[in-house]
């Protein structure tokens, strides 16, 4: 408890390094949130860095933005202007986070199954065709297999749609989800096969094979055990990435998540929505990072916190 | 007994579908593509087309653009004009009723465009406004919002004095800043007032649902004054920026409509859909400018050569598929109150005989071959068509006049805030859609006293003074006439180079009927309708 209680702490300082280094990075990039492809009048330009504090110094819009932060205030989109940052990634971050779920659930069965049984046949035929498919799931971008099973599914064949979200029903889902978890479950699948060969000729395994075990309890309740240490490790960035959508998959198929802001905001040069993202992305991946270790200790008799 | 238990059934499932393909049932529904996620529904923080079409649903201002893109009575049943081109008096529709069934007033018109003007406010579109009286003065703050030129007679007249005759003024009160909203909403919600479920409009739909980044649902207003004629029940609209994802969901039919897709999609969309494929020319120019301050290019014999050199129809042809028509002149084509622009004079000539004009020219500038060295730099903002364009036009330069010509590109930000805050440069591309259609709008760029637009910084009295002139001229013909002078000035000392006319691209469904290109790009939901 005391780990997690440390552990907690300690993100405080690494959040507040993070969103200083944005806030400062970010105001080096040359033009702002008003410099459009039609140029603004002066008049215009002037009220509207008034209104949002553009024409305060740097260092105080730095203070006021975090004095704002630390209450739950993330400041007004520049350009979405209807909306604070807060209501955006509010409405958005559900969508990417159901998608996102669904597309790690997907990913990190299939690729430890996928990984398991090339393993427990290495070098077979099964084992190729595993592997080659782990290698195109790596290599062919997700901009282009996003719009192959559109062209496929929604277009040839229109059994499902090409986008949206529609009612949010599976058949929604499916696509994205697809493109979405493909290349991770090629990242699973590599892992496990790896470590699953390395955990299957290890001592403690054929100690348990010597003592006449049945093979799937010593692959499942033994073998497994081990083999899932680097799964479990790479588990926390993938899914901080996953749940907190991805830009290209989200434009592809048009899904009304959050990843698309962070990409947006920086073309945009929307100050507060990408730090926003970033503060979003940050606490993500602190806590599945700390969700990871717990997780690790549970797995590895030898880590042990507390 | 089962074959009539069959029989039964099959009577069922037919009865059904009779019931539900009936059109008295059958909503009908638009599948509205827009190019993007409206960046706000407010009229005062509006600023691209993409709310324009939302918002123009939304609300009715007092006067509108029809299906063909011409000026018609909106909110605004008559007008009168003072003689001195000075003072317009609206009349109201006296059956004009907001959403929720309360009179349009002209009260509302006098609080929306005192709203707009209020430096408080900082709308984005101000300027739109500016001809009426104390407008500037208001939005700088010098003159409080109550000062400007706008009166309620009456609940059902409004008053407007301009600061000086402007004979676009119909125009730009069709623009989705000039849209009123309810003072009683917006005094009991505040900037709240663009959600939905709170939002109030008086146009021909009205706000159901918005869920950003996947869709915008607003449905038939029944309290809009000529709802027995508009034909949709609801209107979808789908926001998506990527252009390829767009078209495919019209292939998939789930939409009916989209606005601008890339232009090398062109010829296999013709061949798959054919007329539904629609190339609008429209009232947008791309052009290069010329940074008159240094040399070479404040010689007009050099900015006329280089522009000389560049083939437009190829551009036009192998660039953009024929999507964008070659330019000569500022003001594209298609401006009903101004007809044929003024074109540059070497239009008519061949492009061979423009390439040897050319070089002749900038021999005797003294540069190019045997001359002094031509180091041109193009700027443009990052986007591949610009880059294949500044190629192009570096290719030709090159083979022209020997000019070693380099490319830099920055994001549009970037690129526009590096022009407008007045940085040098040797060549840039810019490019300017109209506001309203009127030539004033492209040929007021390069005024010498815009400061933020003349990114080339071309000062020529006599253009000044043409301009100052059209101002002052309230009969249309003679304004028309002195507008065109203008522009051959313009044309004639090439601070820039008009290249290309844009046209906008356009996927309309068979389903939909009603629609007509124009170049204003007007589309209101109101004059469609969808057939099954």
């Given at each position: ?43 215009t330009?002037?009220n509207l860095?008034r209104t949002y ?20 205030d993330?400041?007004p989109s520049y350009v979405y202007k209807d909306n604070t940052?807060a209501e955006l990634?509010g409405k ?215 | ?33 827009n190019?993007?996620e409206p960046q706000t529904l407010d009229q005062a923080h509006t600023s691209i087309n993409i709310e324009e079409f939302i918002l123009k649903d939304l609300y009715e201002g007092l006067t509108i653009y ?5 000026i018609i009575p909106g909110a605004a049943e008559t007008w009168d ?6 003072t317009y008096t609206f009349k109201l529709r006296s059956d004009a009723k907001w959403s929720d069934g309360s009179p349009v007033t002209a009260e509302d018109f006098v609080f929306s465009f005192q709203r707009v003007e209020d430096p408080a406010t900082a709308a984005g579109y101000a300027n739109i406004l500016y001809p009426i009286k104390n407008a500037e003065k208001v939005n700088k703050g010098?003159m409080k919002p109550e000062d400007l030129g706008i009166k309620a007679i009456d609940d059902k007249t409004v008053e407007i004095t301009l ?6 003024f119909l125009e730009l009160l069709a623009h989705q800043t000039a849209l009123p909203i309810s003072k009683a909403s917006f005094e009991k919600n505040g900037t709240e007032f663009v959600k939905p479920g709170v939002m109030v409009s008086n146009g021909a739909f009205k706000l159901v649902s918005h869920v950003p980044?996947?869709n915008l649902v607003v449905e038939k207003n029944p309290s809009y004054w000529d709802a027995a004629n508009v034909?949709l029940d609801k209107v979808v609209f ?284 007007q589309?209101l939901s109101r004059f ?5």
């Amino acid at each position: 408890m005391s780990f997690v209680l440390r552990r907690l702490a300690s993100a405080v300082p690494t959040l507040f390094i993070v969103v200083t280094i944005s806030f400062f990075l970010m105001r080096f990039a040359p033009g702002g949130p008003f410099n459009l492809e039609r140029p603004l009048p002066p008049q215009t330009m002037a009220n509207l860095m008034r209104t949002y504090q553009l024409d305060q110094p740097l260092w105080r819009q730095y203070v006021t933005y975090i004095g704002n932060a630390v209450t739950g205030d993330f400041g007004p989109s520049y350009v979405y202007k209807d909306n604070t940052v807060a209501e955006l990634i509010g409405k958005g971050l559900p969508y990417s986070m159901e998608l996102g779920f669904y597309a790690l659930l997907l990913a990190l069965i299939g690729g430890v199954l996928m990984g398991t049984v090339a393993a427990l046949r290495q070098n077979s035929a099964l084992d190729f065709s595993v592997m080659s498919l782990a290698t195109i799931g790596t290599t062919v971008p997700n901009f282009v297999v996003g719009p192959v099973l559109t062209l496929v599914f929604a277009i040839s064949l229109s059994l499902l749609p090409a986008g949206g979200w529609g009612d949010g029903s599976l058949r929604f889902l499916i696509l994205p989800m697809i493109a979405l978890a493909l290349p991770q479950l090629a990242v699973f699948a590599r892992l496990t096969r790896g470590s699953m060969i390395e955990a299957l000729h290890a001592d403690h395994i054929r100690t348990a094979r010597a003592y006449g075990l049945p093979g799937r309890v010593v692959v499942v309740t033994h073998a497994m055990r081990g083999a899932l240490l680097p799964v479990v490790s790479y588990l926390a960035p993938c899914a901080a990435a996953l749940l907190t959508g991805s830009a290209v998959v989200e434009t592809i198929f048009t899904i009304p998540g959050v990843g698309r802001y962070f990409v947006l905001g920086a073309i945009n040069r929307d100050y507060t929505l990408v730090m926003g993202t970033v503060i979003l992305i940050a606490i993500f991946v602190i806590v599945f990072n700390l969700v990871v270790d717990i997780l690790y200790g549970l797995l590895d008799p030898r880590v042990r916190h507390d | 007994m089962a074959s009539r238990l069959l029989n039964l059934r099959a009577a069922l499932v037919l009865g059904a579908v009779l019931l539900g393909s009936s059109p008295a049932l059958a909503e009908a529904v638009l599948h509205r593509g827009n190019a993007g996620e409206p960046q706000t529904l407010d009229q005062a923080h509006t600023s691209i087309n993409i709310e324009e079409f939302i918002l123009k649903d939304l609300y009715e201002g007092l006067t509108i653009y029809d299906a063909a893109g011409k000026i018609i009575p909106g909110a605004a049943e008559t007008w009168d004009l003072s003689d001195d081109g000075l003072t317009y008096t609206f009349k109201l529709r006296s059956d004009a009723k907001w959403s929720d069934g309360s009179p349009v007033t002209a009260e509302d018109f006098v609080f929306s465009f005192q709203r707009v003007e209020d430096p408080a406010t900082a709308a984005g579109y101000a300027n739109i406004l500016y001809p009426i009286k104390n407008a500037e003065k208001v939005n700088k703050g010098e003159m409080k919002p109550e000062d400007l030129g706008i009166k309620a007679i009456d609940d059902k007249t409004v008053e407007i004095t301009l600061e000086r005759p402007t004979p676009f003024f119909l125009e730009l009160l069709a623009h989705q800043t000039a849209l009123p909203i309810s003072k009683a909403s917006f005094e009991k919600n505040g900037t709240e007032f663009v959600k939905p479920g709170v939002m109030v409009s008086n146009g021909a739909f009205k706000l159901v649902s918005h869920v950003p980044n996947d869709n915008l649902v607003v449905e038939k207003n029944p309290s809009y004054w000529d709802a027995a004629n508009v034909k949709l029940d609801k209107v979808v609209f789908y926001p998506i920026d990527d252009q390829a994802a767009s078209v495919r969901r019209f292939e998939a039919k789930e939409m009916d409509l989209v606005y601008n897709f890339s232009a090398d999609q062109i010829d296999r969309l013709r061949g798959a859909y054919g007329d539904q494929v629609h190339v609008s020319p429209t009232l947008a120019t791309y052009y290069y400018a010329f940074d008159t301050r240094q040399e070479p290019y404040s010689d007009v014999r050099v900015r006329r050569a280089l522009s000389m050199a560049v083939d437009r129809d190829f551009l036009a042809k192998e660039i953009y598929s024929g999507s964008q028509i070659p330019a000569y002149s500022m003001v594209p084509p298609g401006i009903e109150t101004y007809g044929d622009p003024a074109k540059a004079d070497f239009a008519t000539l061949s492009q061979l005989d423009r390439e040897d004009k050319a070089t002749e020219l900038m021999k005797e500038a003294g540069y190019g071959q045997g001359g002094k060295p031509l180091d041109i730099e193009i700027r443009y903002n990052t986007n591949p068509n610009h880059e294949r364009v500044a190629t192009a036009v570096a290719d030709m330069w090159k083979n022209t006049f020997g000019a070693k010509v380099s490319l830099v590109n920055l994001d549009v930000s970037s690129h526009y805030a590096y022009l407008q805050e007045g940085g040098k440069f040797n060549v840039a591309r810019a490019g300017w859609v109209a506001d309203y259609a009127d030539a004033e709008n492209f040929l007021a760029l390069n005024l010498s006293s815009n400061k933020t637009f003349n990114y080339g910084h071309y000062e020529n009295p006599e253009f000044d003074a043409l301009m100052k002139k059209s101002y002052e001229e309230t009969d249309p013909a003679a304004r028309s006439k002195i507008l065109h002078e203008a522009e051959a000035l313009l044309m004639r000392d090439q601070p820039i180079a008009p290249l290309l006319a844009q046209a906008d691209l356009w996927l309309v469904s068979g389903r939909v009927q009603g629609w007509q290109d124009n170049a204003a790009n007007q589309h209101l939901s109101r004059f469609l309708s969808v057939s099954e």
